[in-house]
């Protein structure tokens, strides 16, 4: 079945306008892939660690249950690519997160909408559906002045 996922940036370290995008993701994907769907989704680069998270708010202070936490990245991708989003869903209350880049902590709340459908013929999944607000610019440049 065919997902479809609101993901917003809530938080970032150079984060200044909002920036949502709406994906349509296989429920068999599983959380490696969407780390892929999301850094395609805003272009950013793959060039740091990364992590998931299941919390009731994206508050730096909320409990979060981290998915994979290890101190070896081995065992951590392996945990995010043995857990399948229809392993995730429901949630109830609380929602998923998706944090990449430790230092400047991009944090992306990630909602699922009701109901899912099947696949269309001759379509490709993951893919964008919805965009809202420009992407965040990951690094960016500084003028000389």
């Known amino acids: 079945m065919i997902l479809k996922l609101s993901i917003e940036c809530v938080r970032g370290h150079y984060l200044q306008e909002p920036c949502i995008r709406v994906i349509e993701i296989d429920d068999d994907a599983n959380l490696y892939d969407l780390h892929e769907a999301i850094q395609d989704a805003v272009d950013f680069e793959r060039d740091h660690p990364f992590g998931f998270y299941i919390a009731n708010s994206s508050s730096p202070w909320a409990q979060k249950h981290w998915i994979g936490r290890d101190e ?28 990449f880049d430790f230092g400047d902590m991009w944090t992306f709340e ?11 013929a001759g379509v490709e999944y993951p893919r964008v559906v919805e965009a809202l607000g420009p992407a965040p610019e990951q690094y960016p440049r500084w003028e000389d002045s």
């Open 72 to 99: 070896r990245w081995e065992r951590v991708e392996a945990e995010l690519m043995r857990t399948r989003l229809k392993d995730i869903y429901p949630l109830g209350r609380k929602k998923l997160y998706y944090l």
């Open 110 to 120: 990630i909602r699922k909408a009701r109901g899912a459908k099947n696949p269309e």
